[in-house]
């Protein structure tokens, strides 16, 4: 669509009626002494008087081309521009990271599929929390791994295709065999620092106790909860298990409760598919649009044709002019009658 940015200068069109209607012309007065022979004594001095003081008629051409000149002027001050189509960008508000447990303790096939047969949790984890990234395109998603210690795969990103196939190719046991939960929340909270999102969650899950960390979980969690970063926990595992191998469900839950999180216990992949399609729900899709129109000036269009209206009446008038003073050619000279 077409628009002018100052539409408040067309006010200026009656501008020059104004003016030639309120400011008579200009008009001077000098003495003189009036000659009744003067032409005489100027040519007897072969002198050619100069013309007085004139007011200049206007011609009809003139009266035409102005007022059209100064009509495009006036267009192109009030700057015309043509707004293309809107271009929209779609900007998340919530910056999204996952935290997975990857101890050796994930290799144990204790978990149930939707047919009832055994599989190891890494893999009914990587299948659950693949589709819920799918079914999260208007957040940045980021990717943690711990055992031993905890390591970023991903930043925050919206290349889901990516967080996906790393999700995919994860192993049990690459990290180590221990279980670093504080540190991993630490690190979550280290990659939050850069981030400009108004809203951070962090999803942890965990199928062991903290046996690695130099940051204790709850300590981690008060971290997190003066940066305003929400942590969700899920335990999954055997919470009667010894040692390393037993999920400790009462940090998780006190992690959680400090940071304003939910916390959750999955025993199969069915119950672990029904704890993400609950924190999809309960972090609900949100986005910001921005829009912005490219602008094309056409200023240069008016005041181009405005110049060539003006430039165009100055050639008409020279021609005529040249036309008006070319020498009068004279007829050829008849020959004198003979007398008789």
Same mark, same amino acid.
């Given at each position: 669509?077409y628009q002018?940015?100052? %539409?408040?200068?067309?006010?200026?069109?009656?501008?020059?009626?104004?003016?030639?209607w309120?400011?008579?012309p200009?008009r001077?007065?000098?003495?003189? #002494?009036?000659?009744?022979?003067?032409?005489? #004594?100027?040519?007897a001095?072969g002198?050619?008087?100069?013309?007085?003081?004139v007011?200049?008629?206007s011609?009809?051409l003139? *009266?035409?081309?102005?007022?059209?000149a100064?009509?495009?002027? #006036?267009?192109?001050?009030?700057?015309?521009?043509?707004?293309?189509?809107p271009?929209?960008k779609?900007q998340?508000?919530?910056?999204l990271?996952?935290?997975l447990?990857?101890?050796q303790?994930?290799?144990t096939?204790?978990?149930?599929?939707?047919?009832?047969?055994?599989?190891?949790?890494?893999?009914?984890v990587r299948?659950?929390?693949?589709?819920? $990234?799918? *079914?999260?395109p208007?957040?940045?998603i980021?990717?943690?791994?711990?055992?031993?210690?905890?390591?970023?795969?991903?930043?925050?990103?919206?290349?889901?295709?990516?967080?996906?196939?790393? !999700?995919?190719d994860?192993?049990?046991?690459?990290?180590?065999?221990?279980?670093a939960?504080?540190?991993?929340?630490?690190l979550?909270?280290?990659?939050?620092?850069?981030?400009?999102? %108004?809203?951070?969650?962090? !999803?942890?899950?965990?199928?062991?106790?903290?046996?690695?960390?130099k940051?204790?979980?709850?300590?981690a969690?008060?971290?997190a909860?003066?940066?305003h970063?929400? $942590?969700?926990?899920?335990?999954?595992?055997?919470?009667?298990a010894e040692?390393?191998?037993r #999920?400790?469900?009462?940090?998780?839950?006190?992690?959680?409760?400090?940071?304003?999180g939910?916390?959750?216990f999955?025993?199969?992949?069915?119950?672990?598919?029904?704890?993400?399609?609950?924190?999809?729900?309960i972090?609900?899709?949100?986005?910001?649009?921005?829009?912005?129109?490219?602008r094309r000036?056409?200023?240069m269009w008016?005041?181009?044709a405005a110049?060539?209206?003006?430039?165009?009446?100055?050639?008409?008038?020279?021609?005529?002019?040249?036309?008006?003073?070319?020498?009068?050619?004279?007829?050829?000279?008849? %020959?004198?009658?003979e007398?008789?």
């Amino acid at each position: 669509m077409y628009q002018f940015e100052y %539409p408040w200068l067309f006010v200026l069109l009656p501008l020059p009626l104004l003016l030639w209607w309120l400011l008579p012309p200009y008009r001077e007065e000098s003495p003189s #002494v009036r000659l009744p022979f003067f032409g005489e #004594v100027a040519s007897a001095l072969g002198l050619k008087p100069a013309a007085g003081a004139v007011v200049p008629r206007s011609n009809w051409l003139q *009266r035409i081309l102005a007022p059209l000149a100064w009509a495009l002027l #006036v267009t192109a001050l009030a700057r015309p521009q043509f707004l293309e189509a809107p271009i929209e960008k779609t900007q998340p508000v919530r910056d999204l990271l996952l935290a997975l447990d990857l101890s050796q303790s994930m290799d144990t096939r204790d978990f149930r599929d939707p047919s009832g047969a055994l599989i190891p949790r890494v893999q009914a984890v990587r299948e659950v929390v693949s589709s819920f $990234v799918a *079914r999260r395109p208007g957040d940045r998603i980021g990717l943690i791994v711990f055992g031993d210690a905890p390591y970023p795969l991903a930043p925050f990103t919206l290349d889901h295709a990516l967080v996906q196939t790393m !999700i995919r190719d994860l192993l049990p046991g690459v990290a180590g065999p221990s279980t670093a939960l504080g540190d991993a929340v630490g690190l979550g909270i280290k990659m939050f620092d850069q981030s400009q999102a %108004p809203e951070k969650v962090l !999803i942890v899950l965990t199928d062991g106790n903290d046996t690695a960390s130099k940051m204790p979980p709850e300590r981690a969690a008060d971290i997190a909860k003066q940066r305003h970063v929400t $942590v969700h926990t899920i335990g999954i595992g055997d919470p009667s298990a010894e040692g390393e191998q037993r #999920v400790d469900l009462g940090v998780l839950q006190r992690m959680a409760a400090q940071t304003g999180g939910r916390y959750f216990f999955g025993a199969d992949q069915n119950s672990l598919e029904s704890i993400y399609a609950t924190l999809d729900r309960i972090t609900p899709h949100n986005h910001k649009t921005l829009s912005w129109r490219p602008r094309r000036e056409l200023f240069m269009w008016p005041l181009g044709a405005a110049v060539g209206v003006v430039l165009v009446y100055q050639l008409i008038m020279a021609m005529w002019s040249a036309w008006l003073l070319r020498p009068r050619r004279q007829g050829a000279p008849q %020959p004198a009658a003979e007398e008789p």
